[in-house]
């Protein structure tokens, strides 16, 4: 399975992306689907999650601005950034990790998208 992100790109503070994660193929059993951000220098470190089920979580500097969700039709999970603050910029990630109803697990990644926020 591969994930391809999209949506990055340059907005101003305050400004709004969307960003995109679509499977190349259906991917089976129960997941978790998130987003992760890195900074060059620095660990990469998770921004939210989304479970098969629909419940989320999300890093404290993000709760109230960024909005995970998914639609598993098209295998696709999304990460609407809304306020956004020039400490956001980073390189993102998506990533789903989950057990196949065979009982195999798996942990897939995007090739990140870059997202730059300027002041």
């Known amino acids: 399975v591969q994930l391809q992100a999209s949506g990055g790109g340059l907005v101003q503070a305050g400004g709004s992306l969307r960003l995109s994660c679509a499977a190349s193929r259906s991917i089976s059993g129960i997941n978790i689907m998130g987003w992760h951000r890195q900074v060059p220098g620095k660990q990469r470190e998770l921004v939210a999650v989304?479970?098969?089920?629909?419940?989320?979580n999300y890093a404290d500097s993000v709760k109230g601005r960024f909005t995970i969700s998914r639609d598993n039709a098209k295998n696709t999970v999304y990460l609407q950034m809304d306020s956004l603050k020039p400490e956001d910029t980073a390189v993102y990630y998506c990533?789903?990790?989950?057990?196949?109803?065979?009982?195999?697990?798996?942990?897939?990644w995007g090739q990140g998208t870059k997202v730059t926020v300027s002041s």
């Open positions: 989304i479970g098969s089920g629909g419940s989320t």
């Open positions: 990533n789903v990790v989950g057990r196949s109803w065979s009982f195999s697990t798996y942990d897939y």
